[in-house]
Nanobody, 115 residues
Framework: QVQLVESGGGLAQPGGSLRLSCEAS????????MRWYRQAPEKERELVAN???????YYADSVKGRFTISRDNAKSTVYLQMTSLKPEDTAVYYC?????????WGQGTQVTVSS
C-alpha cells in the first residue's frame, strides 16, 4: 500500500532554515509527481511546491526564491528545503502523491517559525 512519511519539521527562527523529507513506498516513485502542501491554523490547505517525474518544478508565489523542492528517486524521497523562513510559513506541511487515481497524504509535520 502507498505510504508517505514526512520528517524534519520543528521550530525555526525568522530567517532560518529547515529541510523536510518525505519517504514514499508502495508505488514506483520515479514515475509520479510529488507535491508539498501546507495548512495554517484556520486556513485552507494550499499547494507549496510540485516536482514532476521529469524533475520540472512549480512553486507558489509566496515561497518562490526561498523554498526548493527536490527528489531522490533512488531513495524514494522528496525534499523541501526552506530558507529565509517567515512567521507566516508556520503550518503543518504535508507530502502528497496522486497514484492510480487516488490521492495519498502523509501524516504531516509541524513547522513553527518564531523568535
Amino acid at each position: 500500500q502507498v505510504q508517505l512519511v514526512e520528517s524534519g519539521g520543528g521550530l525555526a527562527q525568522p530567517g532560518g532554515s529547515l529541510r523536510l523529507s518525505c519517504e514514499a513506498s508502495g508505488f514506483t516513485f520515479s514515475s509520479f509527481g510529488m507535491r508539498w502542501y501546507r495548512q495554517a491554523p484556520e486556513k485552507e490547505r494550499e499547494l507549496v511546491a510540485n516536482i514532476a517525474n521529469s524533475g520540472s518544478t512549480y512553486y507558489a508565489d509566496s515561497v518562490k526564491g526561498r523554498f526548493t523542492i527536490s527528489r531522490d528517486n533512488a531513495k524514494s524521497t522528496v525534499y523541501l528545503q526552506m530558507t529565509s523562513l517567515k512567521p507566516e510559513d508556520t503550518a503543518v506541511y504535508y507530502c502528497q502523491a496522486f497514484v492510480h487515481m487516488t490521492n495519498y497524504w502523509g501524516q504531516g509535520t509541524q513547522v513553527t517559525v518564531s523568535s
